[in-house]
């Protein structure tokens, strides 16, 4: 279950593995701060909560992406965060170099470094050392979440990667490949993708993935924890469906920088469905020169929320709707405001969402029923 209205729940793959009293579990999850959005992130705030058993205690910001054993070797013992895929050292699956990198990290306690193991038989080089050394991080992308997707029977509309960024620099193409493949086979669920990046998701769409993500469905055909949809995947990986059919594709945009930064990167991209996310909603959009399908429009919630207008909330909506855009209005947030800059309080019979009746517009994209 999950309390974000416009999904069905949030599936979260990619999170650092841990390892207590000999058993694998979830360790959290990490991100890297990316605009004026991301400043009082939920994701993060769960992640630094102490009562939560999974949380991972890290803040969501990184100093660098290490791109090679040289370069992770000549680290200094700082406080910082960084991420090295397990690939740069494991590929030749030489014992000295991997002993070579354990050594390094033990010799910078002040940062913590985090393996990214692209490939899932990387996990085992790390599951009796992960207790030992507490400045080591391993983030994997867990397949069980994948399957549990691939073989669901319920139709249902899924966010994936709520608590990071599913095209963050950090995750590999391989990563991206697997996930879009298991969204090509699970035809009952929608896979609501968001995203910040708008460079790295344009630069992966141009590679032409397709290719990729049909080596990725071949595989999981001869995987038997794929237990249905194996005549569709069979098709698939033979013809793509191209773009794939059950996947919605957004970014996030706070003002009108954002959107006319992030949008037309979005719009590069082919997907049945163009998305965007106006929440939390930062500044005016005066301008939506762009043929995107869904608007989901939202104050900020949450501790420290920062003002929203409830005009610029108005007309935005009136905005999208000029122009056939379907809207999805979440909330006004906790601290609205109106344009002279009172605090507004808004009467309504919809429970704890303060949304008066003109606003309170609950629309999906045109491919599903509301």
């Not at 058993?23 to 991301?38: D, L, M, W």
């Not at 692209?118 to 979440?145: G, M, W």
């Not at 995750?171 to 298991?182: C, G, M, N």
């Not at 098709?235 to 469906?241: P, S």
Request: proline share 4%.
């Amino acid at each position: 279950m999950t309390k974000i209205e416009w999904t069905d729940k949030t599936v979260n793959p990619i999170h650092f593995l841990s390892i207590v009293d000999g058993k694998k579990q979830n360790g959290g999850h990490i991100c890297i701060k990316r605009s004026p959005a991301c400043m009082n992130c939920y994701a993060e705030d769960a992640n630094l909560n102490g009562y939560k058993f999974w949380a991972s205690r890290l803040e969501y910001h990184a100093n660098e992406i290490i791109e090679t054993l040289p370069d992770f070797l000549k680290l200094g013992n700082q406080k910082a965060t960084v991420f090295i895929n397990s690939r740069l050292f494991l590929s030749a699956y030489s014992k000295s170099i991997f002993e070579q990198f354990l050594k390094k990290v033990r010799e910078i306690p002040l940062t913590t470094v985090i393996v990214v193991a692209e490939h899932h038989t990387d996990e085992k080089y790390f599951s009796k050392i992960l207790e030992e050394i507490p400045n080591l991080r391993l983030l994997v992308l867990d397949e069980s979440y994948l399957f549990q997707l691939a073989n669901s029977r319920t139709e249902k509309r899924v966010f994936m990667c709520s608590m990071t960024d599913l095209f963050g620099h950090w995750v590999p193409d391989s990563w991206l490949a697997k996930i879009f493949a298991i969204a090509a086979i699970a035809q009952n669920t929608t896979f609501q993708f968001l995203t910040k990046r708008e460079d790295r998701l344009a630069e992966w769409f141009k590679s032409n993935p397709q290719e990729e993500i049909q080596k990725e469905i071949k595989l999981l055909l001869i995987d038997r924890r794929l237990n249905r949809n194996q005549q569709h995947a069979q098709q698939q990986a033979n013809l793509l469906t191209w773009p794939i059919p059950n996947i919605e594709l957004g970014v996030t945009a706070e003002n009108q920088h954002y959107a006319d930064l992030r949008i037309p990167k979005l719009l590069e991209c082919e997907a049945a469905v163009h998305w965007v996310s106006f929440e939390p909603l930062l500044g005016e959009i005066t301008d939506l020169p762009y043929s995107i399908d869904w608007a989901v429009i939202g104050g900020e919630s949450g501790k420290n929320s920062r003002q929203t207008q409830i005009n610029q909330i108005a007309n935005l909506v009136n905005l999208c709707e000029n122009q056939d855009i379907r809207v999805f209005v979440k909330q006004l947030g906790k601290n609205v405001i109106d344009k002279y800059g009172r605090q507004v309080k808004i009467r309504s019979t919809h429970g704890d969402k303060e949304i008066p009746e003109e606003l309170f517009i609950r629309e999906l994209p045109s491919h599903q029923t509301t």
